[in-house]
């Protein structure tokens, strides 16, 4: 989906640097249009960096794309967030004397502004004739939260949290899910293992936690009691998600046992380190002066294959995941149809992995394989679109 992230001129203008990484992560694109004052608050170089989009806030800018018609034209949602009590005032009057405004006055889709000033600047006649016009054409106007303001100050005119901007935003596009996970108990595995080698190195892989963050977001949002095993992962927590922080594959295995046992669905969506160093150091390692260093590893157990045989519950579905690259001896379907039956899993998600596929960007494309390696289900698109096309596989074969 295409958001449009307006920003204007108030001090709040550094939490709508969060919201815009929620509204990325969750697999949008956005693009974020400040108004020039705000600039005096988050720069262009913040807004690029996080958004990876150019910034502009000028109609007389990137004239030959014709911005301030194709921005509003092309969103699916706007969201402003801090809207100033001048940037109401600009919106409600139809006025266009900026990128943002001009944009406002092309948009046909939802938009939601986030207001934030002073509590007088909220509560005078103007602002709030103001908002209630906006209110009157279908514009979504949050409230704003009461609390500490600039200074000293405190009462009604704080910007409200990202995570309640995003989620009222989110909430004007997106169809609700359907409910099909009501009433069940799910663990997901997410992130990647680290295995000490002494007490400042360790050994690990690329995985972000990304797509194990989104299968969590979405199991939530169809009703399910979600826990959410992350390993090494620096997402913000899903909001409504129990999270239990693992570093190791041994802490990974005992955290995700413990919770496997009252759940409907395992979903090992980890990267699990297959080897661990058969002893930590103590102390850091120093060079010896050979000129190189021997490690010696031991194999860890495999907690998906485990889970298989073990079956902790009755009538258990369980998920596992495997990143493939294709080489000599087989393709990545081949290899992901291989490790389907070596694993005894209920389901197994293939995805191509290398050149830069697979790992932290936001697009996925994977197959639903079953366990005697038959295709079930293909899913591409964000990594929420395919969280939902896995559960969607995972609710069927509950049924
Ligand atoms: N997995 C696991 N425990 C391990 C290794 C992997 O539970 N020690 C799980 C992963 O969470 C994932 C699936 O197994 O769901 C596939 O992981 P992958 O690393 O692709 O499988 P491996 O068994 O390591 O296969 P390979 O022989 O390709 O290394």
């Known amino acids: 989906m295409r958001i449009l992230l307006g920003v204007g001129a108030g001090i709040a203008a550094y939490k709508s640097a969060l919201l815009l990484r929620l509204l990325t992560e969750s697999g949008h694109e956005v693009r974020v249009v400040p108004t020039r004052a705000s600039l ?71 938009v939601l502004l986030a207001p934030a000033m002073h509590t007088e600047m909220w509560e005078h006649p103007a602002t709030q004739a103001n908002v209630a016009t ?10 704003p939260a009461v609390g500490r303001l600039t200074g000293a100050d405190s009462g009604a005119g704080r910007l409200p949290e990202p995570e309640e901007i995003a989620a009222a935003a989110l909430a004007l596009v ?25 007490p400042v190195r360790f050994l690990g892989n690329r995985s972000t936690g990304r797509q194990g963050y989104a299968l969590a977001r979405a199991a939530a949002a169809r009703g399910a009691h979600v ?6 992962v620096t997402l913000p927590d899903p909001p ?27 979903v090992m969506a980890a990267a699990v380190a297959d080897y661990r160093p058969a002893r930590a150091a103590q102390e850091k390692l120093k060079k010896d002066g050979s000129g190189g260093l021997t490690l ?21 579905v369980v998920v596992g995941f495997a990143a493939e690259t294709g080489d000599a001896t087989g393709s990545v379907l081949e290899h992901g149809r291989a490790k389907a039956r070596r694993k005894g899993a209920d389901l197994l998600v293939v995805n191509a992995v290398g050149g830069g596929r697979g790992f932290g960007e936001v697009g996925n494309d994977v197959v639903v394989l079953a366990g005697d390696g ?3 289900a293909r899913s591409t698109g964000s990594k929420d679109d395919v969280a939902h096309g896995v559960w969607d596989a995972v609710v069927e074969r509950l049924a």
């Open 296 to 316: 010696d590893l031991v194999q860890n157990p495999d907690v998906l294959a485990e889970l298989s045989r073990d079956r902790l519950r009755a009538g258990q």
């Open 40 to 110: 005096a608050f988050v720069g262009t170089a913040t807004w690029e960096a996080l958004s990876g989009r150019p910034v502009t806030t000028e109609v007389f800018e990137n004239v030959p794309e014709v911005e301030h018609v194709r921005l509003g034209k092309e969103a699916d949602l706007v969201v402003v967030a801090p809207a100033t009590a001048d940037l109401l005032a600009r919106a409600a009057t139809g006025r266009a004397d900026d990128l943002l405004t001009a944009a406002l006055l092309t948009a046909r889709c939802p």
């Open 374 to 376: 038959t295709e079930v």
């Open 134 to 143: 906006l209110r009157s054409r279908g514009v979504h106007v949050l409230e």
């Open 174 to 198: 997106e169809d609700p899910a359907p409910q099909d996970l009501a009433g069940r108990r799910v663990v997901v595995s997410a992130g990647g293992t680290r295995e000490p080698l002494d």
């Open 227 to 232: 826990t959410l095993v992350a390993a090494n």
């Open 240 to 266: 409504g998600v129990l999270v239990v922080p693992v570093e190791t594959t041994a802490e990974l295995r005992a955290g995700v046992r413990e919770h496997a046992a009252t759940a409907d669905v395992v």
